[in-house]
Protein backbone atom coordinates (compact mmCIF):
# COMPACT_ATOMS: atom_id res chain seq x y z
CA UNK A 1 0.00 0.00 0.00
CA UNK A 2 1.20 3.40 -1.28
CA UNK A 3 1.73 5.93 2.16
CA UNK A 4 -1.13 8.25 -0.10
CA UNK A 5 -3.25 5.12 0.23
CA UNK A 6 -2.69 4.90 3.92
CA UNK A 7 -2.98 8.39 4.43
CA UNK A 8 -6.45 8.01 2.53
CA UNK A 9 -7.67 5.10 4.37
CA UNK A 10 -6.97 6.78 7.66
CA UNK A 11 -8.88 9.60 7.06
CA UNK A 12 -11.76 7.61 6.04
CA UNK A 13 -11.42 6.18 9.38
CA UNK A 14 -11.68 8.89 10.88
CA UNK A 15 -14.90 10.50 9.32
CA UNK A 16 -16.29 7.21 10.07
CA UNK A 17 -16.04 7.31 13.73
CA UNK A 18 -16.83 10.97 14.36
CA UNK A 19 -19.81 9.99 12.18
CA UNK A 20 -20.65 6.81 14.24
CA UNK A 21 -20.26 9.81 17.46
CA UNK A 22 -23.58 11.12 15.86
CA UNK A 23 -25.47 8.11 16.40
CA UNK A 24 -24.16 6.94 19.58
CA UNK A 25 -25.23 10.58 20.74
CA UNK A 26 -28.47 9.92 19.24
CA UNK A 27 -29.17 7.05 21.43
CA UNK A 28 -27.98 7.64 24.45
CA UNK A 29 -30.06 11.22 24.41
CA UNK A 30 -32.82 9.14 23.63
CA UNK A 31 -32.34 6.99 26.79
CA UNK A 32 -31.04 9.69 28.90
CA UNK A 33 -34.53 12.16 27.89
CA UNK A 34 -36.39 8.76 28.66
CA UNK A 35 -35.05 8.19 31.96
CA UNK A 36 -35.89 12.29 32.75
CA UNK A 37 -39.00 11.54 32.03
CA UNK A 38 -39.97 8.90 33.72
CA UNK A 39 -38.53 10.05 37.09
CA UNK A 40 -39.12 14.25 36.62
CA UNK A 41 -35.28 14.69 38.09
CA UNK A 42 -33.22 17.40 37.30
CA UNK A 43 -30.14 15.32 38.06
CA UNK A 44 -31.22 13.37 34.59
CA UNK A 45 -32.30 16.40 32.98
CA UNK A 46 -28.71 17.88 33.71
CA UNK A 47 -27.38 14.87 32.00
CA UNK A 48 -29.61 14.98 29.15
CA UNK A 49 -28.77 18.27 28.44
CA UNK A 50 -24.96 17.28 28.77
CA UNK A 51 -25.37 14.68 25.91
CA UNK A 52 -27.84 16.80 23.50
CA UNK A 53 -24.69 19.70 23.73
CA UNK A 54 -22.37 15.92 22.47
CA UNK A 55 -25.29 15.60 20.10
CA UNK A 56 -24.07 19.21 19.16
CA UNK A 57 -20.09 18.88 19.37
CA UNK A 58 -20.46 15.52 17.48
CA UNK A 59 -21.92 17.53 14.38
CA UNK A 60 -19.06 19.87 14.74
CA UNK A 61 -16.30 17.34 14.83
CA UNK A 62 -17.68 15.47 11.64
CA UNK A 63 -17.14 19.16 9.87
CA UNK A 64 -14.14 19.97 11.33
CA UNK A 65 -13.06 16.41 10.12
CA UNK A 66 -14.17 16.88 6.74
CA UNK A 67 -11.88 20.85 6.56
CA UNK A 68 -8.80 19.40 8.16
CA UNK A 69 -8.76 17.09 5.42
CA UNK A 70 -9.07 19.29 2.82
CA UNK A 71 -5.54 20.01 0.73
CA UNK A 72 -3.50 22.85 0.86
CA UNK A 73 -4.23 25.25 -1.48
CA UNK A 74 -3.14 29.05 -2.84
CA UNK A 75 -4.47 30.38 0.76
CA UNK A 76 -3.85 28.05 3.11
CA UNK A 77 -0.13 26.45 1.91
CA UNK A 78 -0.15 24.46 5.31
CA UNK A 79 -3.11 22.70 4.88
CA UNK A 80 -6.68 23.00 6.72
CA UNK A 81 -5.28 20.88 10.41
CA UNK A 82 -6.15 23.77 12.32
CA UNK A 83 -10.06 23.45 11.66
CA UNK A 84 -9.86 20.44 14.12
CA UNK A 85 -8.95 22.70 16.68
CA UNK A 86 -11.31 25.32 16.18
CA UNK A 87 -14.42 22.20 16.30
CA UNK A 88 -12.74 21.44 19.86
CA UNK A 89 -12.93 25.15 20.42
CA UNK A 90 -16.50 25.38 19.74
CA UNK A 91 -17.34 21.80 22.03
CA UNK A 92 -15.80 23.95 24.87
CA UNK A 93 -17.79 26.63 24.41
CA UNK A 94 -20.82 24.88 23.78
CA UNK A 95 -19.93 22.51 27.38
CA UNK A 96 -19.85 26.03 29.15
CA UNK A 97 -22.91 26.92 28.35
CA UNK A 98 -24.55 23.25 29.50
CA UNK A 99 -23.22 23.97 32.70
CA UNK A 100 -24.77 27.48 33.10
CA UNK A 101 -27.87 26.36 32.28
CA UNK A 102 -27.51 23.15 34.57
CA UNK A 103 -26.96 25.93 37.24
CA UNK A 104 -30.38 27.61 36.14
CA UNK A 105 -32.83 24.91 36.52
CA UNK A 106 -31.11 23.65 39.93
CA UNK A 107 -31.70 26.88 41.09
CA UNK A 108 -35.34 26.58 40.03
CA UNK A 109 -35.80 23.58 41.60
CA UNK A 110 -33.98 24.44 44.76
CA UNK A 111 -36.97 27.43 45.65
CA UNK A 112 -39.77 25.13 43.67
CA UNK A 113 -38.61 21.56 44.89
CA UNK A 114 -39.87 18.98 42.33
CA UNK A 115 -41.30 15.51 43.73
CA UNK A 116 -39.60 12.55 42.34
CA UNK A 117 -41.13 9.29 40.79
CA UNK A 118 -39.00 6.19 41.16
CA UNK A 119 -39.64 3.60 38.34
CA UNK A 120 -36.28 2.25 37.87
CA UNK A 121 -36.60 1.42 33.91
CA UNK A 122 -35.75 5.38 34.20
CA UNK A 123 -32.53 4.69 36.37
CA UNK A 124 -31.45 1.68 34.42
CA UNK A 125 -32.17 3.26 30.88
CA UNK A 126 -29.38 6.25 32.09
CA UNK A 127 -27.26 3.64 33.41
CA UNK A 128 -27.56 2.05 29.92
CA UNK A 129 -26.35 4.99 28.19
CA UNK A 130 -23.77 5.73 30.68
CA UNK A 131 -22.19 1.96 29.55
CA UNK A 132 -22.60 2.77 25.99
CA UNK A 133 -20.94 5.92 26.53
CA UNK A 134 -18.03 4.62 28.15
CA UNK A 135 -17.37 2.25 25.85
CA UNK A 136 -17.78 5.02 22.36
CA UNK A 137 -15.26 7.31 24.66
CA UNK A 138 -12.64 4.66 24.55
CA UNK A 139 -13.03 4.22 21.16
CA UNK A 140 -12.98 7.62 20.01
CA UNK A 141 -9.37 8.25 22.58
CA UNK A 142 -8.43 5.22 20.99
CA UNK A 143 -8.81 6.10 17.53
CA UNK A 144 -7.83 9.81 17.93
CA UNK A 145 -4.62 9.29 19.55
CA UNK A 146 -3.88 6.44 16.59
CA UNK A 147 -4.83 8.97 13.93
CA UNK A 148 -3.59 12.45 15.83
CA UNK A 149 -6.56 13.60 15.86
CA UNK A 150 -7.41 16.57 18.30
CA UNK A 151 -11.21 16.95 17.71
CA UNK A 152 -11.67 13.08 18.46
CA UNK A 153 -9.56 13.24 21.34
CA UNK A 154 -11.32 16.19 22.57
CA UNK A 155 -14.66 14.26 21.99
CA UNK A 156 -13.60 11.13 23.91
CA UNK A 157 -12.43 13.04 26.99
CA UNK A 158 -15.78 14.72 27.39
CA UNK A 159 -17.78 11.78 26.97
CA UNK A 160 -15.59 10.13 29.92
CA UNK A 161 -16.34 13.43 31.94
CA UNK A 162 -20.12 12.46 30.81
CA UNK A 163 -19.28 8.81 32.06
CA UNK A 164 -18.62 9.96 35.43
CA UNK A 165 -21.16 12.72 35.55
CA UNK A 166 -23.64 9.87 34.83
CA UNK A 167 -22.68 7.93 38.29
CA UNK A 168 -22.81 10.94 40.31
CA UNK A 169 -26.08 11.21 39.06
CA UNK A 170 -27.53 8.01 39.50
CA UNK A 171 -25.89 7.61 42.75
CA UNK A 172 -27.43 11.02 43.87
CA UNK A 173 -30.90 9.87 42.22
CA UNK A 174 -31.06 6.78 43.44
CA UNK A 175 -30.29 8.43 47.52
CA UNK A 176 -32.61 11.34 47.03
CA UNK A 177 -35.49 8.54 46.63
CA UNK A 178 -34.01 6.96 48.86
CA UNK A 179 -34.17 9.51 51.41
CA UNK A 180 -37.15 11.79 50.40
CA UNK A 181 -34.78 14.60 50.43
CA UNK A 182 -35.58 16.30 47.57
CA UNK A 183 -32.84 19.07 47.82
CA UNK A 184 -30.12 16.46 47.09
CA UNK A 185 -31.47 16.24 43.65
CA UNK A 186 -31.06 20.23 42.41
CA UNK A 187 -27.72 19.95 44.27
CA UNK A 188 -26.49 17.10 42.58
CA UNK A 189 -27.15 18.98 39.54
CA UNK A 190 -25.04 21.78 40.56
CA UNK A 191 -22.04 19.14 41.38
CA UNK A 192 -22.89 18.02 37.96
CA UNK A 193 -22.67 21.48 36.40
CA UNK A 194 -19.26 22.43 38.07
CA UNK A 195 -17.84 19.36 36.81
CA UNK A 196 -19.06 20.05 33.22
CA UNK A 197 -17.37 23.80 33.97
CA UNK A 198 -14.38 22.32 34.37
CA UNK A 199 -14.00 20.34 31.33
CA UNK A 200 -15.24 22.82 28.77
CA UNK A 201 -12.73 25.14 30.63
CA UNK A 202 -9.98 22.28 30.33
CA UNK A 203 -11.07 21.56 26.74
CA UNK A 204 -10.84 25.41 25.59
CA UNK A 205 -7.13 25.70 27.09
CA UNK A 206 -6.39 22.70 25.61
CA UNK A 207 -7.83 24.09 21.85
CA UNK A 208 -6.28 27.76 21.70
CA UNK A 209 -2.95 26.48 23.04
CA UNK A 210 -3.25 24.41 19.64
CA UNK A 211 -3.97 27.24 17.94
CA UNK A 212 -2.00 29.82 19.71
CA UNK A 213 1.05 27.29 17.87
CA UNK A 214 2.36 25.81 20.75
CA UNK A 215 5.44 23.63 20.88
CA UNK A 216 4.94 20.24 21.25
CA UNK A 217 5.54 18.25 24.48
CA UNK A 218 8.72 17.59 26.20
CA UNK A 219 8.56 13.85 25.60
CA UNK A 220 7.91 14.53 21.46
CA UNK A 221 10.31 17.06 21.40
CA UNK A 222 13.07 14.65 22.76
CA UNK A 223 12.04 12.41 20.62
CA UNK A 224 12.77 14.53 17.72
CA UNK A 225 16.02 15.36 18.86
CA UNK A 226 17.04 12.03 19.29
CA UNK A 227 16.34 11.05 15.90
CA UNK A 228 18.18 13.95 14.75
CA UNK A 229 21.01 12.77 16.67
CA UNK A 230 21.25 9.27 15.03
CA UNK A 231 20.52 10.26 11.66
CA UNK A 232 22.76 13.11 10.90
CA UNK A 233 26.61 11.60 10.76
CA UNK A 234 28.38 13.82 7.98
CA UNK A 235 26.95 17.07 10.18
CA UNK A 236 28.25 19.27 12.38
CA UNK A 237 25.44 19.82 14.47
CA UNK A 238 21.83 21.24 14.41
CA UNK A 239 20.38 24.25 16.41
CA UNK A 240 16.62 26.43 16.51
CA UNK A 241 14.86 23.59 16.69
CA UNK A 242 10.86 24.72 16.65
CA UNK A 243 8.16 22.57 16.68
CA UNK A 244 4.29 23.26 16.36
CA UNK A 245 1.37 21.58 16.18
CA UNK A 246 -1.46 21.95 13.59
CA UNK A 247 -4.30 19.30 13.91
CA UNK A 248 -2.47 16.03 13.81
CA UNK A 249 0.35 17.05 11.70
CA UNK A 250 3.60 18.13 13.53
CA UNK A 251 6.07 20.62 11.95
CA UNK A 252 9.72 20.50 12.80
CA UNK A 253 12.23 23.39 11.52
CA UNK A 254 16.13 23.43 12.42
CA UNK A 255 19.10 24.68 11.13
CA UNK A 256 21.88 21.86 9.81
CA UNK A 257 25.71 23.06 10.32
CA UNK A 258 27.89 20.90 7.61
CA UNK A 259 31.34 21.28 7.06
CA UNK A 260 32.09 24.15 5.05
CA UNK A 261 33.36 22.07 2.06
CA UNK A 262 30.19 19.74 1.36
CA UNK A 263 28.39 19.84 -1.68
CA UNK A 264 25.08 20.43 -2.09
CA UNK A 265 24.51 16.77 -3.06
CA UNK A 266 25.58 15.19 0.52
CA UNK A 267 24.22 17.85 2.61
CA UNK A 268 21.15 17.36 1.08
CA UNK A 269 21.51 13.53 1.56
CA UNK A 270 21.29 13.88 5.22
CA UNK A 271 18.22 15.87 5.17
CA UNK A 272 16.58 13.13 3.22
CA UNK A 273 18.12 10.63 5.85
CA UNK A 274 17.05 12.95 8.44
CA UNK A 275 13.37 13.83 6.83
CA UNK A 276 12.97 9.84 6.20
CA UNK A 277 13.69 8.93 9.73
CA UNK A 278 11.08 11.25 11.61
CA UNK A 279 8.49 10.62 9.24
CA UNK A 280 8.87 6.48 10.05
CA UNK A 281 8.86 7.68 13.73
CA UNK A 282 5.82 10.78 13.27
CA UNK A 283 4.58 9.47 9.88
CA UNK A 284 2.57 13.49 9.85
CA UNK A 285 5.77 15.14 10.42
CA UNK A 286 6.59 17.75 8.24
CA UNK A 287 10.19 18.35 8.26
CA UNK A 288 11.94 21.92 7.19
CA UNK A 289 15.79 21.80 7.33
CA UNK A 290 18.13 25.22 6.85
CA UNK A 291 21.67 24.35 5.64
CA UNK A 292 24.11 25.89 6.89
CA UNK A 293 28.03 26.13 6.10
CA UNK A 294 29.74 25.77 9.28
CA UNK A 295 32.06 29.21 8.66
CA UNK A 296 28.78 30.90 8.03
CA UNK A 297 26.73 28.89 10.81
CA UNK A 298 24.54 31.75 13.03
CA UNK A 299 24.75 30.08 16.60
CA UNK A 300 27.44 27.39 16.26
CA UNK A 301 27.92 25.22 19.54
CA UNK A 302 24.91 27.49 21.53
CA UNK A 303 22.98 26.68 24.12
CA UNK A 304 20.68 23.40 23.05
CA UNK A 305 22.67 23.03 20.18
CA UNK A 306 22.47 19.12 19.20
CA UNK A 307 26.55 18.86 18.28
CA UNK A 308 27.48 15.38 16.50
Known sequence: MTDKNHRTRLHFSSKQVALG???????VLGLKYAAYAMTNSIGLYSDALETLINLAAAFAVVVAIWLGEKPADDNHPYGHHKAEYLSAVIEGVLILLAAFAIFA?????????????????????????????????????????RLRSPALIADGRHLFSDVLSSVGVLVGVGLAMWSGLDWIDPLLAILVGMHILWTGWDLLRRSVGGLMDEAVSEVEQEKIRSVIMAHADGAIEAHEMRTRRSGRVIFVE?????????????????????EHALRRDMPYAIVTIHIEPEN???????????VF
Open 21 to 27: SVLIAVI
Open 296 to 306: KAHEPHSEGSM
Open 254 to 274: FHLVVPSAMSVFDAHFICDRI
Open 105 to 145: EARQSLFEPRTLSVPILGLVLNGLAGIVNAAWAAVLVHTGR
